[in-house]
C-alpha cells in the first residue's frame, strides 16, 4: 500500500492552493509480473471546477 499527499502554492497571478492525495496498492502475481491501482483526489483552491478524482488500475510485465 502507498500513499502521498502534496501541496502547492502558486505566487504568481494568484494565491492559488492545489492539493493532491493518492492513495495505491501494488499486487505481485510473479516475479516479473504486478498488478496495482491508484486513486488520486485533486483539489485547486482558485479554479472551476475545484476538486476532481482520477482512477487508474493496470498490469505490468518486466522483461
Known amino acids: ?3 502521498a ?5 502558486y ?5 492559488a492552493t492545489r ?3 493518492t492513495l495505491g496498492y501494488d499486487h505481485f502475481l ?3 509480473t504486478d498488478v496495482y491501482t491508484a486513486l488520486m483526489y485533486d483539489r485547486v483552491s ?3 471546477p475545484k476538486t476532481g478524482t482520477s482512477l487508474i488500475a493496470g498490469i505490468r510485465h518486466r522483461f
Open 46 to 48: 482558485d479554479a472551476s
Open 1 to 3: 500500500i502507498k500513499a
Open 11 to 15: 505566487e504568481a497571478a494568484t494565491e
Open 5 to 9: 499527499v502534496a501541496r502547492t502554492k
Open 30 to 32: 510473479s516475479k516479473r
Open 19 to 21: 492539493t493532491t492525495a
